[in-house]
Structures are given as C-alpha cells and as structure tokens.
C-alpha cells in the first residue's frame, strides 16, 4: 500500500505544479494582453519628410526644365531667314531661266 500511496502523492504533487504553471501562465498572458507596444516612428516620419522635399524639388526642377523647353521650341525656327530667301529668289530664277530658254 505504501507504494501506491507514494505514487498518489506523486501525481497529487505533479498535478499542482502542473496548475501552478497555468495559473503563472495565465497571468503572462494577461499582461501580456494589457501591455500595448507602440512603435517609435519619429525617424521614419523624419526620413519621409525629407524624401518627400527632395522629390518636390526634383519635380519643380523638371517643370522648369519642360518649361523653358518649351519656349525655346515656341521660339525655335527651322530654316533661318536667309536660308528661305535665298532658296526663294533660286526657284524663281530656275522658273525665269526656263520660260526664258523655252520661249
């Protein structure tokens, strides 16, 4: 009989141990669930802020550029002036040298 009372004991023992984890557990948990972790994102917004800046003055830098474009395009000719002259007055004395040789 000794043995099997030595054995009940055992397991008697064992079994509150067992509950005595669980209940340390369950109080883990708890507090684990009323603890909120919040995120320092100070450095992140810092990094953002400044990314963001940067793109707005690469992208005014771009509009300028588009925009002095294209007034140099509004501005742009394709053939100087006494290019078109010249070519001009050579197509009329090419027509007047031929009415002169056919007539």
Do not use: C
Not at 33 to 50: F, G, P, R, V
Request: hydrophobic share 45%; proline share 1%.
């Amino acid at each position: 009989m000794t043995k099997l009372e030595e054995l009940t004991e055992l397991l008697v023992n064992e079994i509150n141990e067992f509950n005595k984890g669980i209940e340390k557990l369950e109080k883990i948990t708890k507090q684990l669930n009323k603890t909120k972790i919040k995120m320092d994102i100070t450095e992140y917004k810092a990094l953002i802020e400044s990314h963001l800046q940067k793109m707005n003055e690469h992208r005014n830098a771009q509009e300028r550029f588009q925009n002095r474009f294209e007034a140099l395009l509004k501005t742009a000719k394709v053939y100087p002036n006494w290019a078109v002259i010249v070519f001009i007055i050579a197509i009329l004395f090419g027509l007047g040298s031929i009415t002169y040789i056919i007539m």
